[in-house]
């Protein structure tokens, strides 16, 4: 269930990541992003479920939480 999800999320952000890039419209720079904080909840999910004893999940937490926090800010400039 979660694999599908986290295929499709990332789908999702190198789409609007590729039209960013391609185009030069930085307005679609704050969705990439939370996308990409989404996504790193995603995986990081997935490494708890799999019971790793790694500090990686944690780590994709830890940079979700930062992604989101810069996503907020650029919403608001």
């Excluded at 995603?42 to 790793?52: A, P, V």
């Amino acid at each position: 269930m979660l694999e599908k999800i986290r295929m499709t999320t990332s789908i999702i952000v190198l789409g609007l990541s590729l039209y960013g890039l391609y185009s030069n419209h930085n307005e679609m720079l704050p969705f990439t992003m939370a996308g990409l904080a989404f996504l790193m909840v995603i995986m990081g999910t997935e490494e708890l479920q799999k019971n790793r004893k790694s500090y990686q999940s944690y780590l994709f937490f830890g940079v979700a939480a930062y992604l989101l926090l810069v996503s907020i800010q650029d919403f608001i400039n």
